[in-house]
Nanobody, 114 residues
């Protein structure tokens, strides 16, 4: 089992920044895949950014150049630095971990006011 605890969400004005963190604990494999997804009200969960344990990253087009995903393998922590936030970034953001099985965090609300 793997537990994921997210933090860093909140309310910010458009153009502002937030940094999300997600700490993984439990049966962590050294080779894994972590990332962030988000869910807008009434819509399906969508990928935001992912990062492998080797540091390879992937982003959805709408956040490229504004968001940066990173990780600290020693701390089993993944981060999402979100800059130049837009109202359309408002969503619940979920941390994701996958090695042999997939796990999700409880979600953290990000609200961007115009």
């Amino acid at each position: 089992q793997v537990q994921l605890v997210e933090s860093g969400g909140g309310l910010v004005q458009a153009g502002g920044s937030l940094r999300l963190s997600c700490v993984a604990s439990g049966s962590i494999f050294s080779t894994n895949f972590m990332g962030w997804y988000r869910q807008h009200p009434g819509k399906q969960r969508e990928l935001v950014a992912t990062i492998t344990s080797g540091g390879f990253t992937n982003y959805v087009d709408s956040v490229k150049g504004r968001f940066t995903i990173s990780r600290d393998n020693a701390k089993n922590t993944v981060y999402l630095q979100m800059n130049s936030l837009k109202p359309e970034d408002t969503a619940v953001y979920y941390c994701y971990y996958n090695a042999h099985s997939a796990y999700w965090g409880q979600g953290t609300q990000v609200t961007v006011s115009s």
